[in-house]
């Protein structure tokens, strides 16, 4: 039976058969892709725009575009911030490295120093919703308002998507784009790996130094730091 429809069949209805076909697969996986990214914006989650999973870029490549909901509800779109520097900062409350640059003032010195100057400062939270230490949206937006915390808007991504595929790996984790959309810096905020609040005093803020010398025109002269902190809880 299936033999003899197939032989009855013209090459040319064959043919528009055939692209047809092809153009309801093409329209269905249009629609599934606007359906995901809906889906993931309504959940207060996070959608990386055109790349690969995992695939953690480095100093000199493009950053990868993804939407995310911050702390408000209100929608963020990393391409939307083009033209501008834009600077990433992982970060986690329960983290005592964290604590350290937030109770200090450090951080909000350093976010509003950048955001002064016109940079967008996103502060992103990937910790699963599983984890002890984990904060609702509302408890996180309270506590960066109890350390007088400058950035631009703090991003939900408990489901760790952006995370992963920026390769950030502890809190704080800084990474900072330039108006191109390429990663100028990736690696820690200064360069004295500790917990001690008393070391940011002698400590080099790579921070600002790399704002400094992109501002100015120059080529980071430190553009990849090692980064230290607490390891982030990744949702498994």
């Given at each position: 039976?299936?033999?003899?429809?197939?032989?009855?069949?013209?090459?040319?209805?064959?043919?528009?058969?055939?692209?047809?076909?092809?153009?309801?697969?093409?329209?269905?996986?249009?629609?599934?892709?606007?359906?995901?990214?809906?889906?993931?914006?309504?959940?207060?989650?996070?959608?990386?725009?055109?790349?690969?999973?995992?695939?953690?870029?480095?100093?000199?490549?493009?950053?990868?575009?993804f939407v995310?909901?911050?702390?408000?509800?209100?929608k963020h779109?990393?391409?939307?911030?083009?033209?501008?520097?834009?600077?990433?900062?992982?970060?986690?409350?329960?983290?005592?490295?964290?604590?350290?640059?937030?109770?200090?003032?450090?951080?909000?010195?350093?976010?509003?120093?950048?955001?002064?100057?016109?940079?967008?400062?996103?502060?992103?939270?990937?910790?699963?919703?599983?984890?002890?230490?984990?904060?609702?949206?509302?408890?996180?937006?309270?506590?960066?308002?109890?350390?007088?915390?400058?950035?631009?808007?703090?991003?939900?991504?408990?489901?760790?998507?952006?995370?992963?595929?920026?390769?950030?790996?502890?809190?704080?984790?800084?990474?900072?784009?330039?108006?191109?959309?390429?990663?100028?810096?990736?690696?820690?905020?200064?360069?004295?790996?500790?917990?001690?609040?008393?070391?940011?005093?002698?400590?080099?803020?790579?921070?600002?130094?790399?704002?400094?010398?992109?501002f100015g025109?120059?080529?980071?002269?430190?553009?990849?730091?090692?980064?230290?902190?607490?390891?982030?809880?990744?949702?498994?």
């Amino acid at each position: 039976m299936e033999l003899k429809l197939a032989m009855s069949l013209s090459p040319t209805s064959d043919s528009r058969s055939l692209r047809a076909a092809r153009h309801a697969r093409a329209a269905l996986s249009r629609a599934s892709r606007r359906a995901v990214v809906a889906a993931a914006v309504a959940l207060g989650g996070a959608f990386l725009m055109g790349t690969n999973a995992f695939a953690a870029p480095a100093v000199g490549q493009q950053a990868p575009d993804f939407v995310a909901v911050d702390t408000t509800g209100a929608k963020h779109k990393l391409s939307d911030f083009a033209g501008k520097f834009v600077v990433l900062e992982w970060t986690n409350p329960g983290c005592p490295f964290v604590r350290k640059h937030y109770g200090s003032g450090n951080m909000p010195a350093t976010q509003k120093a950048a955001t002064d100057k016109g940079v967008v400062w996103l502060a992103i939270n990937s910790t699963e919703r599983a984890a002890s230490d984990y904060l609702k949206a509302d408890a996180l937006d309270a506590w960066m308002k109890s350390q007088s915390a400058a950035p631009t808007a703090v991003l939900m991504d408990e489901d760790g998507v952006i995370g992963q595929v920026y390769g950030a790996r502890t809190t704080p984790h800084i990474f900072i784009i330039d108006p191109k959309g390429v990663l100028v810096y990736a690696g820690g905020i200064d360069s004295i790996a500790s917990a001690r609040a008393d070391d940011i005093k002698t400590a080099t803020n790579y921070v600002n130094q790399a704002l400094g010398e992109a501002f100015g025109g120059k080529p980071v002269s430190a553009a990849t730091t090692r980064p230290y902190g607490c390891s982030i809880k990744y949702k498994t």
